[in-house]
């Protein structure tokens, strides 16, 4: 059986954190400091539906965008969707 590395054991740690402090949404310039990125790649990336976790729209004639990263989907997508136990 293999050990956790402590390295992942505190990525975990942080993502719990990160979850717990923006349940509904997490901010992209948060989520892009957690991935180790710079916040105007993770933009790009949504902005060009590259990214499976989050949502992006552009308003008509493109003169506004905007994005949106939903937790549980950022959650489920770093973990693989792995889900020890679920209490309802």
């Known amino acids: 059986m293999l050990k956790m590395p402590a390295p992942v054991s505190g990525k975990l740690c942080e993502l719990e954190k990160l979850v ?3 349940p509904i949404t997490i901010p992209l310039n948060l989520c892009a400091e957690f991935l180790g990125m710079a916040a105007d790649s993770l933009r790009r990336s949504i902005e060009l539906g590259k990214c499976p976790f989050a949502i992006g729209w552009t308003s008509p004639g493109g003169s506004y965008r905007g994005s949106k990263i939903p937790t549980v989907t950022f959650w489920l997508w770093y973990t693989a969707g ?3 136990e679920v209490t309802l």
């Open 20 to 22: 717990e402090e923006n």
């Open 82 to 84: 792995k889900v020890e």
